[in-house]
């Protein structure tokens, strides 16, 4: 299984752009790169997915350099409710087994 | 859509006390997660099914623990006896063996064990 790496934690303010680097230097060729978002007292939920290059949608940007051995996800404009904890995992879509790492606590402040 | 459904939502018990935990995956879902998070340990992937049959049960802790899945829309998890340190909370999350394995959680059982 690919191991992970964030930072334990990140502080930010309300309106600026937030980039959470995390790191998967043996990543495998058929992994995917998922990140999910944890509010307390709920459980995680699915934020973006990617294989290369850059994904975004509604909530997010997820960009991968070409080697993918590491991936930053990219929250524009945060608010205070973004507060939470953000996970990065590696896995072969073919395969359900992906392990969460601690996460990135990232605190909004006013 | 109703989302993963786990019930109880908390659950307080006495040591030595068994306790079930039951998890609704999402109708059409064929993949069904049990995880345990604790501030000490984070979020534990315990067990996880594919087509109701266990793939992988490396994460459960001992034999006190055990999961079944009798069919396509329902799981349960059993601790017996519990103990204070199972004291956690437990998560399902189900999703399609398909081209999105992304995973959707229910909202946890709170477990506290005296």
């Known amino acids: 299984l690919a191991k992970t790496t964030q930072p334990i934690s990140m502080d930010s303010y309300e309106g600026q752009e937030v980039n959470i680097t995390c790191s998967h230097n043996?990543?495998?060729?058929?992994?995917?790169i998922t990140w999910y978002q944890q509010f307390p007292s709920q459980g995680p939920r699915f934020i973006i997915q990617g294989y290369k290059t850059k994904v975004t949608n509604e909530v997010a940007s997820l960009f991968i350099p070409a080697d993918r051995k590491s991936s930053t996800l990219s929250l524009p404009r945060v608010s205070l409710s973004d507060t939470a904890v953000y996970y990065c995992?590696?896995?072969?879509?073919?395969?359900?087994?992906?392990?969460f790492g601690a996460g990135t606590r990232l605190t909004v402040k006013p | 859509d109703a989302g993963v459904i786990q019930s109880p939502r908390h659950e307080v018990t006495e040591m030595g006390q068994e306790v079930t935990l039951r998890c609704k995956p999402i109708s059409g879902h064929n993949s069904l997660f049990w995880y345990r998070q604790t501030m000490m340990r984070g979020l534990e992937l315990l067990i996880y099914f594919n087509n109701n049959v266990p793939i992988d049960d490396s994460g459960m802790p001992e034999d006190r623990f055990s999961a079944k899945m009798p069919n396509a829309s329902f799981s349960t998890l059993k601790i017996q006896p519990s103990e204070p340190r199972d004291s956690a909370v437990y998560f399902c999350?189900?999703?399609?063996?398909?081209?999105?394995?992304?995973?959707?959680f229910g909202p946890g059982t709170r477990l506290l064990v005296l």
């Open positions: 995992l590696v896995g072969d879509k073919g395969n359900n087994d992906m392990r």
């Open positions: 999350a189900s999703s399609t063996w398909t081209s999105d394995e992304t995973q959707y």
């Open positions: 043996n990543i495998a060729t058929n992994d995917y």
